[in-house]
């Protein structure tokens, strides 16, 4: 008899009630909603607004909530958005400390009961979380991986396509690097159904694009008071889908590095091949000098967290 997969969502704030509804409705399997045992009322809450909201909308989904990690047994995914997010003023980075202490007690907590998961981290500053999660847990390499390049390839296609008016259906967009200012979304590889951006948009706008994807998040911060949920919520789920049902996407995502792109021991954002065994393959692309330079950069900013984490 097959069985519903299991879909661990570890914190049950804003990030994690959207994953949760996403899950849901798109029918992936069961979901459990975690959080801290203050919070252990807002895991069970939405768990039942959501199980409501399926039964109104007919979709199947079992939906708990709970704070104890003996729960999580035989999780097939495992999404970890515990931790605190941004407020205004405040860089990814400051965020550091904060939540390195969260995500080594979840990654405790996953290792003990989950240990068949795969583990998608979106906490922030991201690079250093999923870093962090993988040494902790000891869990092979593709089968740990942050959710950022799916976000930021979003934000990038929802803004050629604002500017062109078209679809964003139609937007195909790459964003490579940290997840953070120094982000490298790549101009080669943004097309409109294959045309390359270049040819439709001026250089200055271009510019202007690149500039505000790789503020999107502090933009939003800045309007709401706290970091973006829904769109986070998707590049995940999309994550997922991918491995709980082989669909093998090519997504860019915090993923580990074992030589690609020149780089070796960290996690940076490179589109990778997710299906039934995680990450399958890391995929390089040719990069003009401009966006290797860009991604070296990166690459230092993402070992200088690291280097501060160390220290913690
Ligand atoms: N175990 C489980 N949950 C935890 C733990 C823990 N050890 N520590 C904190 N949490 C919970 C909090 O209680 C809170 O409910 O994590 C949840 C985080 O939810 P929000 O504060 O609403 O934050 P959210 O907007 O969901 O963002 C979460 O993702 O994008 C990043 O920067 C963002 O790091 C932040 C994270």
Redesign the pocket.
């Known amino acids: 008899m097959p069985q519903r997969k299991k879909i661990v969502l570890?914190?049950?704030?804003?990030?994690?009630g959207e994953l949760a509804s996403l899950a849901a409705r798109r029918q992936l399997g069961d979901v459990l909603l975690?959080?801290?045992p203050?919070?252990e009322g807002?895991a069970k809450g939405k768990a039942l607004d959501i199980s409501q909201a399926c039964a109104l909308e007919g979709f199947d989904a079992k939906i708990n909530g709970t704070?104890d990690y003996a729960d999580i047994a035989g999780a097939d995914v495992c999404i970890v958005?515990?931790?605190?997010?941004?407020k205004p003023g405040m860089s990814?980075d400051d965020?550091l400390a904060i939540?390195l202490k969260?995500i080594r007690?979840?990654a405790a907590?996953i290792k003990a009961n989950a240990p068949d998961a795969f583990v998608i981290v979106?906490?922030?500053p991201?690079d250093a979380m999923v870093y962090e999660m993988q040494k902790v847990t000891g869990f092979a390499r593709q089968k740990v991986v942050g959710m950022a390049g799916a976000l930021d390839a979003a934000r990038f296609s929802h803004f050629i396509a604002d500017e062109l008016n078209v679809s964003t259906k139609e937007v195909n967009a790459l964003v490579l690097g940290g997840h953070g200012d120094s982000m490298v979304p790549t101009l080669s590889y943004c097309t409109v159904n294959g045309v390359p951006v270049r040819q439709l948009i001026s250089r200055e706008k271009l510019d202007a694009i690149v500039t505000r994807t790789k503020k999107g998040g502090g933009e939003i911060v800045g309007l709401m008071g706290?970091?973006?949920?829904v769109a986070?919520a998707a590049g995940a789920i999309a994550m997922a889908a991918s491995y709980l049902l082989d669909q093998k996407r090519l997504i860019a995502c915090a993923a580990p590095t074992d030589g690609s792109y020149g780089l070796e021991g960290i996690y940076i954002g490179q589109p990778a091949i997710i299906g039934g065994a995680g990450v399958e393959k890391i995929v390089e692309v040719e990069l003009s000098d401009e966006e290797k330079a860009q991604l070296a950069k990166s690459a230092d900013a993402v070992r200088g967290l690291l280097a501060d984490a160390e220290k913690m």
């Open positions: 570890i914190g049950a704030g804003n990030i994690g975690v959080d801290i203050d919070k807002v704070s958005t515990a931790g605190v997010p941004r990814r965020l939540n969260i007690s979840v907590g979106i906490s922030n991201l706290t970091s973006a949920y986070p």
